[in-house]
């Protein structure tokens, strides 16, 4: 790094003429020339953006999974054997699969291109020694800016003059109030939230007005840096993608073993190398769930329209379901847990101490002494000041109330409306003569007013300056003598509401003399009587309390990362029930000195995270992350974007969310309420259920058929199955009772559970129930099937029919046993036969209407000519079927209870 870029970078520590000399520029600004070769070097004030991935390319990223690389080699075995009906079925789900993530996520893989917006369209500098106006894309470093009221800044700028000068910098670091700016150099290291005489790219004007030197553009400003990083960032593979490329390494291994041994098995035992060899493929064609990928395709899609129902829209579709295993979520503070909107919440008069309810700009509310509602008639006054002595503008639009300008003046206006006294109404009355602005040295403002009274001066401020100028004070309509110990009561009033993290200011009035003509602050600001303080802050959401008991019994941690002040986010925090049982808060400050062991055990153990920098707020989540939490992050500013892309759920606000942490995040709330995030966790955890059901049901039924044409080559039998049976199977078992599960109603206690360890491997979870199942399936086909061939006399006369009966037997006792069975697959610790019929056969529709649609073409399978043809099969006797059905019966006797015990103990956790 160059003296010269050390210098740019700590602008803030240097002298405005140091700065100006470092940067070869004056306060008249560059030469039109100079502009030229110095955009050749930085280039245009430009945030650049990552090309998009085309149609194409998310298109062809459908295929990129290993479970979807079996269903290709299928495929194309089952072409070249010349079974074209399975070969037409798996290039169908192919297909199928690709163009439902396709849809759901062609509208989600937009660049950065938001972030140009925030560039100014226009800024107004001093080329040549002139004001002009020029494109913010033309800015370059030297350039010397004007900042008014209203202005969007458009590049980072080092102040180097301000008349009260106001700046709005949420969007990047999350403070729920605009900061007062100053030209004065900083002489200590500061974190970017406190550095006072610089302003942001993409900061708002508020108050007053500025003139400034351009220190970076483009990439090198803040929301540059963070365009990149998040660009840079590239998506990790979620919790979903990670389980199902294990289950799909861990199926192709298997079945390549298992067909390769029972190859060799059937030469051993002399069987026809051709029908060994199409026995095998078609087991292995079985053995893979083509099912599946579609199955959790469709399965996470229609958890993205229900989320879309409850005012969550998902962007990733497999962010779906890992929204159901977030164990932290990171939330901001503004605009997320709170409103957003400063709201009026206490008033002072020095007597008594009044309640003000309401949130946010909506007029409406009560106030309240001691808990009773009463009339404030005698504060009249008071909420008179409040309002002309004001610049922001509060009114209706559509729907919703909003304030422009300064937020603080605006829950000023809020208040007077909540007690009938509107400002187009006192505008009309009174004329205003002249105004004492505030600044950051006398932290006041005046405004004097002529009315049919005479002028009259209205003042607000900060307490201690506001009580040094006032000699009285009014108390229910009367105005006293304003004593040291009434002085000394209202200081204490201050703190006590400071200390609250309320934000107070005093509010003053006086009734000037006739014979003033110059309204001087020395004539205007003395002898004010005062009115009273009021208290205000930003509140939290109704809802978010709710919410975040809600995310404590279902063991999710909440963690509260802002750029605002500790004081501020403990109050928060503490009225939301976030701060308690001897909770931890931590500053950004604190963290930079923490060695890294320290800092893994405070970002652990701490709740609350203040005055943080996006850089803190991006290691914070990358450490969660390394310990193994699934993590999700809220917020809607640019300084969330970082954040946002790194967690494994990015939730960005739909409605104060800036486009930049929409583009980079995988949720966005529609209503910016917390509480759907909880609706939204609900809903991951029921489509992984859903989707664990049918893995379940899906690898049981295929692994029964691998056991039962090992057990006949072992015990030198026939082969109980066709290879085109074993396609049948696949065919009738896979569809749509699978596809059926994936649309199971919700477990009741799915929000009271823990998270599932992220650690947890799902094959490992679920493979003794595989197990078990398939097993109990085998044993019983293949003890039909022997049974079969005794009864009909194969043994002795080796009849071609008496085979074919026993075959139809047996492949039908195993399609009719899984789909029995599946009914076992809704529950991880109860049999079906623990609740009531209708709960278990009848309460999923789509099931039961699956099942009995299964179960004709099965009959069909037996009894009809044509299938009797095709899959050379024979009619069945009342008897026979009933032994079918008795031996299939096994699948609605499993105990998934004491299997999900041994579970525990056989899912070791993965090292």
């Known amino acids: ?106 509208k989600a893989e937009k660049a950065m291109e938001a972030l140009e917006s925030l560039a100014a369209p226009k800024a107004v500098v001093f080329r040549d020694g002139k004001e002009m106006v020029v494109w913010g894309r033309d800015l370059v470093p030297g350039d010397i800016v004007l900042l008014n009221t209203g202005d969007r800044v458009p590049a980072n700028i080092r102040l180097i003059e301000v008349h009260n000068l106001k700046i709005d910098q949420a969007h990047l670091t999350g403070e729920s109030v605009p900061v007062t700016k100053s030209e004065e150099k900083i002489l200590k290291e500061l974190a970017l939230a406190d550095r006072s005489n610089i302003v942001y790219m993409g900061s708002l004007v508020t108050y007053g007005k ?75 064609v079985s053995a893979v769930p083509e099912g599946l990928p579609a199955v959790i395709t469709v399965t996470l899609a229609i958890g993205m329209q229900r989320m879309g129902r409850r005012n969550a829209v998902v962007r990733k579709l497999s962010a779906v379901q890992t929204l159901g295993n977030v164990t932290v979520i990171c939330t901001d503070k503004t605009g997320t847990l709170t409103k957003n909107e400063m709201t009026v919440t206490k008033i002072y008069d020095g007597a008594e101490e009044y309640d003000v309810t309401g949130a946010g700009y909506e007029p409406k509310g009560d106030f309240k002494l001691n808990n009773k509602v009463v009339s404030v008639k005698e504060l009249e006054l008071l909420f008179k000041t409040g309002v002309l002595c004001n610049n922001a503008y509060f009114g209706k639009n559509d729907d919703s109330w909003s304030v ?173 029930g976030l701060f308690i049982d001897g909770a931890v808060a931590v500053s950004g400050e604190e ?108 690898l049981s039924a295929n692994a029964d058929t691998i056991a039962v044409v090992t057990a006949s080559l072992l015990v030198g039998l026939p082969l109980p199955y066709l290879p085109i049976h074993i396609l049948w199977m696949n065919l009738v078992t896979d569809g749509l009772p699978a596809l059926a599960l994936s649309v199971d109603s919700k477990s009741p206690d799915l929000m009271s559970r823990k998270p599932r360890n992220p650690k947890k491997s799902l094959v490992r979870e679920l493979a003794l129930f595989i197990i078990i199942a398939g097993v109990i399936d085998a044993i019983s086909s293949i003890t039909l099937f022997i049974i079969a061939l005794n009864f009909e006399g194969y043994f002795i006369t080796g009849s071609a029919l008496a085979l074919s009966k026993a075959r139809t037997m047996a492949i039908s006792s195993a399609i009719i046993y899984e789909l029995l069975f599946v009914f076992n697959c809704r529950h991880d610790s109860k049999s079906v036969w623990s609740k009531s019929f209708r709960e278990n056969f009848l309460s999923n529709k789509k099931l039961t209407i699956a099942v009995i649609a299964s179960l004709i073409l099965q009959l069909l399978f037996i009894y009809l000519p044509l299938f009797q043809f095709l899959f050379k099969t024979v009619s069945l006797s009342i008897i026979e079927l009933g032994l079918v059905f008795l031996f299939a019966s096994g699948g609605l006797f499993i105990l998934p209870r004491f299997f999900h015990k041994e579970l525990n103990w056989f899912a070791k956790e993965k090292v």
């Not at 003296?3 to 000399?21: E, P, R």
């Not at 998310?58 to 495929?75: E, G, H, R, S």
């Not at 919790?239 to 030469?267: C, N, R, T, Y």
Request: proline letters at 2%; aromatic letters at 6%; glycine letters at 6%.
């Open 210 to 284: 500025g003139l400034g030197v351009v220190t970076a553009t483009g990439m090198q400003t803040e929301i540059g840096k963070i365009a990149h990083s998040v660009q840079a960032k590239s998506r990790e593979t979620t919790p979903l993608q990670k389980e199902i490329s294990d289950l799909g390494k861990w199926l192709s291994i298997s079945v390549v073993i298992a067909i390769s041994i029972l190859f060799m098995l059937g030469l051993l035992f002399n069987k026809d190398a051709t029908e060994m060899f199409l026995t095998a493929v078609s087991l292995a």
């Open 591 to 698: 963290l930079d000195k923490m060695s890294d062991k320290d800092f893994t055990k405070t970002v652990m153990a701490a709740r609350i995270f203040a005055r943080v920098s996006p850089e803190h707020k991006l290691r914070i989540i990358e450490e969660l992350k390394r310990q193994g939490e699934i993590v999700a992050v809220t917020g809607d500013g640019i300084n969330d974007a970082p954040a946002l892309k790194t967690a494994h759920i990015g939730i960005a606000m739909g409605i104060k969310g800036t486009d930049v942490s929409k583009e980079a995040s995988e949720m966005i709330l529609t209503d910016d309420n917390f509480s759907t995030i909880v609706n939204a966790v609900e809903e991951g955890r029921g489509i992984f259920d859903n989707i664990k059901k049918f893995i379940k049901f899906l």
């Open 404 to 576: 422009i300008g300064d937020p603080t003046e605006g829950s000023l206006l809020v208040l007077a409306a909540k007690a009938g006294v509107w400002h187009d109404e006192l505008k009309s009355v009174y004329s205003e003569l002249s105004e004492l602005s505030f600044d950051s040295v006398r932290k006041r403002m005046s405004v004097v007013y002529k009315s049919k009274s005479g002028a009259e001066a209205f003042s607000k401020g900060a307490p201690d300056t506001m009580l040094n100028l006032c000699s009285k004070i009014m108390v229910n309509g009367k105005i006293k003598k304003l004593t040291a110990e009434k002085r000394e009561e209202i200081l204490k009033k201050n703190q006590e509401w400071a200390s609250h993290a309320l934000r107070v200011l005093a509010v003053a009035y006086r009734k000037l003399p006739s014979g003033i003509k110059k309204f001087e602050q020395a004539r205007v600001e003395k002898d004010l009587v005062f009115l009273g303080l009021v208290g205000m802050i930003d509140p939290p959401r109704k809802e978010a309390g709710q919410s975040i008991n809600l995310c404590r019994k279902a063991g999710i941690k909440v963690k509260m990362i802002t750029g605002d002040h500790a004081l501020t986010a403990v109050a928060i925090a503490k009225q939301l």
């Open 1 to 106: 790094m160059t003296l010269l870029d050390k210098m740019i970078l700590d602008s803030y520590k240097h002298d405005v003429a140091d700065v100006l000399n470092a940067l070869s520029t004056s306060r008249d600004g560059l030469s039109s020339n100079e502009v030229k070769k110095r955009l050749k070097i930085h280039g245009h004030n430009l945030i650049k953006t990552k090309k998009e991935l085309t149609p194409l390319k998310i298109f062809l990223y459908q295929f990129k999974n290993i479970m979807i690389y079996m269903l290709i080699v299928a495929f194309i075995v089952s072409f070249l054997i010349n079974e074209l009906t399975d070969a037409v079925v798996i290039l169908f789900i192919l297909l199928l699969n690709a163009v439902l993530g396709f849809i759901q996520e062609y």
